[in-house]
Nanobody, 125 residues
Framework: QVQLVESGGGLVQAGGSLSLSCAAS????????VAWFRQGLEKERELIAA????????YYVDSVKGRFTISRDNAEKTVDLQMNNVKSEDTAVYYC??????????????????WGQGAQVTVSS
């Protein structure tokens, strides 16, 4: 069993930076891949970044590549999302999620077993 709690959301100006953190509980966390999803108003939930259990494999959707960085600390049981040069289209509720499946490419929401409650990120222009 893994429980996830996001923190760090808020209001940020376009071009600025924001960091989200996902704190996990449960000893099995080290065995799980983790992803950040986001869901904008009236939009489908979208996977934007993923990292495997060891942290040596990552994936980013094109819209955030070069601006966002996902990282994890298994000792601290955290997965962070550093968001730089944010844009208005980054406004969404951000969720972290954990999967027991290997690989970071091609994942869909149904692949993920555990979800956090979500954190609102609002980018002002």
């Amino acid at each position: 069993q893994v429980q996830l709690v996001e923190s760090g959301g808020g209001l940020v100006q376009a071009g600025g930076s924001l960091s989200l953190s996902c704190a996990a509980s449960g000893r099995a966390f080290v065995n799980y891949g983790v992803a950040w999803f986001r869901q904008g108003l009236e939009k489908e939930r979208e996977l934007i970044a993923a990292i495997n259990w060891s942290g040596d494999s990552t994936y980013y959707v094109d819209s955030v590549k070069g601006r966002f960085t996902i990282s994890r600390d298994n000792a601290e049981k955290t997965v962070d999302l550093q968001m730089n040069n944010v844009k208005s289209e980054d406004t969404a509720v951000y969720y972290c999620a954990a999967t027991s499946l290997e690989g970071v490419v091609g994942r869909i929401p149904d692949d993920y077993d555990y979800w956090g409650q979500g954190a609102q990120v609002t980018v002002s222009s």
